[in-house]
């Protein structure tokens, strides 16, 4: 039975209990949004620069217990140690480009018949930001981190599974210097805590991470008061794969078993063209036998578990035993374990190929030429990323100019940069975060006339 009022967060390798929270209602939503609109007025108030030095304190401070995250995430989270350390250093190098971005956010000047245009880019006041499980202190970095170097204050509601590695940044920022009540994390359930940040009259934006379902409830919401969000929801992302590719690197298995799957930028459609088909799948299976699954505190593992019981529900829900597949191994229970695996008699319409699954599974699908690769891609309603590999250069760019998708990698399986925008076309979201824009996204234009006539004579 879950209890309203408390949050059990679960190491997702063992199912023993790590912590035990408290639970936000709608009330201490409201009472941490007062507070957060005094924390804005005088962050707001305080010069780029000092805002930028406070923000890279704050960077030297995660810096400095980027071990003690980690470890929280493998516990909360079941990342394996080595990518728990990469997330961690991801939401310091955040701070210091968005400390960067603090001195440099400019408005303009435009000139007109009698006077001078001049645009100031206002923060927006309070940001509330929803974060998923799957990369708890990443998604949690990226929403706030660039909202505060632009002069809001956050309110941020991680997921209810993964609330120890926000509350810890929470804690560094106090540490660092950064106004109290500026950057609070309240933990919490989606339906009340979430809700109540959204619906919020005094919250100016929300940034959401999430399932495409609750996405759009978060949109409607929204919309009542006008309000803007970003949406970040997931994909199906293709691997297109020429023949004249270099396979081995094209076929690489943590393309789509990074974080077990649990990635919105996975690879899970591995498209193949035709003449090296069965070249591929000897490789693949031979490739998923290789893969390390087991504890993620292990330096040697390269898979974890997957998040909680009901993710893995969902996951075998995808995965009939006789389906004909390619399969690795994984351990036995306690804990959320799934092997990797290729499904390769799915249907390219069927709902292992469309929709996210979200665990270490991918599907094999053939293709004739660019056309076929092309409309094979785009056959999902998302749209966030995707990899092509082939080494003819003008095949390349015309197919990364087909493919409907925010974020596409040419031989190579890269998706995510601290200094590039990323977001989805399609129902995989709205918006952009990161990248050179990623502090006007937290901003709104005011145009100010300035009349050099005089006062009439
Ligand atoms: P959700 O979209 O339900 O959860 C994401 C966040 O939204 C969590 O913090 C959640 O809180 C919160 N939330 C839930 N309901 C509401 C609401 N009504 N109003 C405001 N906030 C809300 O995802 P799930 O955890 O249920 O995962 C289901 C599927 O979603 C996954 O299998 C995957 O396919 C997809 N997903 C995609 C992600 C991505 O990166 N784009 C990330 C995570 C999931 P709480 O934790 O209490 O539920």
């Given at each position: 039975?879950?209890?309203?009022?408390?949050?059990?967060?679960?190491?997702?390798?063992?199912?023993?209990?790590?912590?035990?929270?408290?639970?936000?209602?709608?009330?201490?939503?409201?009472?941490?949004?007062?507070?957060?609109?005094?924390?804005q007025?005088?962050w707001a108030a305080v010069a780029p620069a000092d805002r930028a030095?406070l923000l890279?304190?704050?960077?030297?401070?995660?810096?400095?217990?980027?071990?003690?995250?980690?470890?929280?995430?493998?516990?909360?989270?079941?990342?394996?140690?080595?990518?728990?350390?990469?997330?961690?250093?991801?939401?310091?190098d955040l701070l210091l480009y968005a400390a960067g971005g603090a001195e440099r956010l400019l408005g303009s000047q435009i000139?007109?018949?009698?006077?001078?245009n001049v645009t100031f880019q206002e923060p927006l006041g309070v940001i509330g930001v929803?974060?998923?499980?799957?990369?708890?202190?990443p998604i949690a970095a990226w929403g706030s981190f660039p909202a505060l170097a632009a002069g809001n204050a956050v309110?941020l509601?991680?997921?209810?599974?993964?609330?120890?590695?926000?509350?810890?940044?929470?804690?560094?920022?106090?540490?660092?210097?950064?106004?109290?009540?500026l950057f609070?994390?309240?933990?919490?359930?989606?339906?009340?805590?979430?809700?109540?940040?959204?619906?919020?009259?005094?919250v100016a934006k929300i940034v959401f991470t999430?399932?495409?379902?609750?996405?759009?409830?978060?949109?409607?919401?929204c919309?009542?008061?006008v309000k803007p969000v970003t949406l970040e929801?997931?994909?199906?992302?293709?691997?297109?794969?020429?023949?004249?590719?270099?396979?081995?690197?094209?076929?690489?298995?943590?393309?789509?078993?990074?974080?077990?799957?649990?990635?919105?930028?996975?690879?899970?459609?591995?498209?193949?063209?035709?003449?090296?088909?069965?070249?591929?799948?000897?490789?693949?299976?031979?490739?998923?036998?290789?893969?390390?699954?087991?504890?993620?505190?292990?330096?040697?593992?390269?898979?974890?578990?997957?998040?909680?019981?009901?993710?893995?529900?969902?996951?075998?829900?995808?995965?009939?035993?006789?389906?004909?597949?390619?399969?690795?191994?994984?351990?036995?229970?306690?804990?959320?374990?799934?092997?990797?695996?290729?499904?390769?008699?799915?249907?390219?319409?069927?709902?292992?190929?469309?929709?996210?699954?979200?665990?270490?599974?991918?599907?094999?699908?053939?293709?004739?030429?660019?056309?076929?690769?092309?409309?094979?891609?785009?056959?999902?309603?998302?749209?966030?990323?995707?990899?092509?590999?082939?080494?003819?250069?003008?095949?390349?760019?015309?197919?990364?100019?087909?493919?409907?998708?925010g974020n596409?990698?040419?031989?190579?399986?890269?998706?995510v940069r601290y200094w590039t925008p990323f977001g989805g076309y399609?129902?995989?979201g709205l918006g952009r975060e990161l990248g050179p824009d990623a502090l006007t996204a937290f901003t709104q234009t005011k145009n100010v006339?300035?009349?050099?006539?005089?006062?009439?004579?």
């Open positions: 039975m879950t209890d309203p009022h408390e949050l059990r967060v679960l190491n997702p390798a063992t199912e023993e209990v790590v912590a035990t929270v408290p639970a936000a209602s709608e009330e201490d939503v409201a009472a941490a949004v007062v507070r957060a609109v005094r924390a007025r005088t030095r890279r304190r704050f960077a030297d401070a995660v810096d400095a217990h980027t071990e003690e995250l980690a470890q929280l995430e493998v516990r909360e989270a079941g990342h394996t140690v080595g990518n728990a350390r990469w997330e961690a250093g991801n939401a310091r000139p007109a018949p009698g006077g001078w929803i974060a998923p499980w799957n990369f708890p202190m309110v509601k991680p997921a209810e599974t993964t609330p120890l590695t926000a509350l810890r940044l929470a804690e560094l920022a106090l540490d660092a210097g950064l106004p109290e009540h609070q994390v309240l933990p919490g359930y989606g339906a009340t805590a979430g809700r109540a940040l959204v619906d919020h009259p005094d999430g399932s495409t379902r609750t996405g759009r409830e978060v949109m409607e919401r919309a009542r008061l929801l997931g994909g199906k992302s293709p691997n297109i794969v020429f023949a004249d590719a270099d396979l081995e690197a094209a076929l690489d298995p943590f393309s789509f078993l990074d974080n077990s799957g649990q990635d919105c930028c996975a690879r899970t459609r591995i498209l193949v063209q035709e003449p090296v088909f069965e070249q591929a799948r000897d490789f693949l299976a031979d490739a998923l036998a290789a893969v390390v699954v087991g504890d993620p505190a292990d330096e040697k593992t390269r898979m974890g578990p997957l998040i909680s019981r009901q993710q893995l529900d969902r996951v075998r829900s995808y995965v009939p035993e006789d389906a004909p597949a390619l399969r690795g191994t994984a351990p036995d229970g306690p804990g959320f374990w799934f092997p990797p695996t290729v499904l390769t008699g799915e249907r390219p319409d069927g709902p292992a190929a469309t929709e996210e699954i979200f665990g270490p599974v991918a599907v094999l699908l053939p293709f004739t030429d660019e056309q076929d690769a092309v409309r094979l891609a785009d056959d999902t309603p998302y749209g966030l990323s995707g990899s092509i590999w082939t080494r003819d250069v003008g095949r390349a760019l015309r197919v990364s100019q087909a493919v409907r998708a596409l990698s040419v031989n190579s399986h890269s998706s399609k129902q995989s006339f300035i009349s050099t006539e005089g006062p009439a004579q």
